[in-house]
């Protein structure tokens, strides 16, 4: 999906939607009107997606619970807007249902499950529809899909193979996907527009859910404004990042935006260090020093030509000598944040130079810790308790299984929540990285990266995150919003060079310049928005 097609977004579980619903049932609002709100504007954003809706002929697939509900409503409004309209019940419908009855009187004839096995009435509905719409299940499926409705899923997608301009399109939620875990049915369908109602749900944000929804629009249903403050999972959105992004006033100077020690790099992993350096001075920090073994310096000093370089003492082994620490911690003080880790290696000493650096830091540097910082910190059992800084973690799946002792197939079940979790439990801001990263505050927020970009997926590009991060708490924005500020323009850079190139053969250079364009365009589109 591509990123910029999303607004603002807050995420719900299915217990929070039933929480809203029910908070929205006891200030005033009834179902029905609920359900109501809801197929009209489902309805509504169907019309909105053709340039001329009058004649299309659209077919529902009606279950039995109140996703069928809401498609029957959604029916009769496609009706009413002169679409050519056919509902097709898979299970059928209580006699007195309120809905039922409306669409009868609409003119509108279900069609009831056939007993013919091979469906022939369906299969010549979806020969002709130019919008299918998915009201089957929503977040009541309480078991697989089996039956008649798998059958017909199965057979949509089918038809859809065979027709690709039909437009499919999920109500609520793709029948089968988990709202909560982004799960799968063996039916699911992988649909056009998912118009879900009231709020996005995470599992849209979860794999293989993810995968699954094609572009999501969120459908107003009526819930009254102020009840979902208690909702702490959003989408991270450009307004948000232009409302957190430092100012720039013109009469600044290099002080103005911060200072940044990145203490980085190995004879292994050189280049990780220079991406670190680079992209924190891309994204506006005033000066950034790379604090790195003393024989790497020459190495540097050629490739960075505008970091400032604090060679540390090294043993003639080319490991950090003991008093390395003390010297970068000694420089420290002068800097407003620093990014511990990308490519340092793991090595005895390397773990001892990083434990006494944590140990040493003062409070009032942000703090973004990565890679090796995050490896050296897991060998100490609980070291939450022990470090207890304020920083941006930044693991991937491999690092956080490391730092919380939980398996990689845990963490992938339930990335959101188990972010949320632990970033409570270790009082840090932490990204849990990977196709819609994961940002957690220990406080309970969440967000999440609306960006999944395979391009990314090449080494390097965690380092020009960390140097992001770094960068934007040099200016003086806090862990988290430095966190999803950086992750949004990480996003964005990335997929600027897909825009480009496609997504095979990205290197993390080629993120470098399109991180002050990806800053540049949440500015401009913040201005154009207000014309
Ligand atoms: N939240 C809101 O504010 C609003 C929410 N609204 C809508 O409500 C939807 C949730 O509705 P819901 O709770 O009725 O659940 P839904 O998804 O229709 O399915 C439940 C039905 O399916 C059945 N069933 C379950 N699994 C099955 C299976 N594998 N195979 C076969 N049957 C299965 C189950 O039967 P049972 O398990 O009892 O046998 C029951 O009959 C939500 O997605 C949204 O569209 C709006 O209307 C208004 C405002
Ligand atoms: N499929 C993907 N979609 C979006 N972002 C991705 C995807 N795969 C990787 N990324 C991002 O790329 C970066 C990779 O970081 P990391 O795994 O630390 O690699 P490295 O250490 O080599 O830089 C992270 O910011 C991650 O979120
Ligand atoms: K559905």
Partial sequence: M???????????????????????????????????????????EICGLFDSFPGKKALVLVGPGNNGGDGLVAARFLNDAGAITHVYLLAPRDPGDLVYNEALEAGISPIEVESDAGFSKLREL?????????????????????????????????ARNQRPDMVVIALDLPSGLNADSGEIDDSTLAVDYTITLGYAKRGFFLFPGADYTGQILVADIGIPDGLDDDILSEVIDEHDVLSILPLRPSDAHKGSFGKVMVVAGSTEFIGAASLVCQSAARAGAGLVTLAARQSLHPVFAAKLVETTHLPLPETAHGEFASEAAEVALARLVKYDAAAIGPGLGQSPDTVEFVHQLLSGISENTGLVLDADALNALS??????????????????????????????????????????????????????????????????????????????ASGGTGDVLTGIITGLLAQGLDEFDAARAGVYIHAMAGESVRNNIGDTGMIASDLL???????????????????
Avoid: Y
Avoid at 426 to 447: C, E, F, N, Q, Y
């Fill in 513 to 531: 310049i399109q991180i002050p364009r990806a800053v540049k365009s949440i500015k401009e589109h913040d201005h154009a928005s207000c014309h």
């Fill in 126 to 158: 979806l020969g002709e529809a130019d919008v299918v719409v998915d009201a089957i299940f929503g977040t009541g499926l309480g078991r697989p899909i089996g039956g008649a409705s798998a059958a017909a899923l199965t057979l949509v997608a089918e």
């Fill in 379 to 456: 060998l100490t059992p609980d070291w939450w308790d022990i470090f207890n800084h304020p920083a941006v973690l930044t693991p991937h799946t491999g690092e956080f299984a490391r730092l919380s002792g939980l398996s990689i197939g845990e963490i992938l079940a339930n990335r959101m929540e188990i972010c949320r979790k632990n970033a409570a439990l270790w009082g840090k801001v932490v990204i849990l990285k990977g196709a819609h990263t994961v940002v957690a505050s220990p406080d309970g927020r969440i967000a999440v990266s609306p960006s999944a970009n395979p391009g990314l």
């Fill in 2 to 44: 591509s990123a910029a097609t999303l607004n603002a977004m807050k995420l719900v579980t299915a217990a929070e939607m039933r929480l809203l619903e029910k908070r929205a049932l006891e200030s005033g609002t009834s179902f029905g009107d609920l359900m109501h709100n809801a197929g009209r504007a489902v309805a509504s």
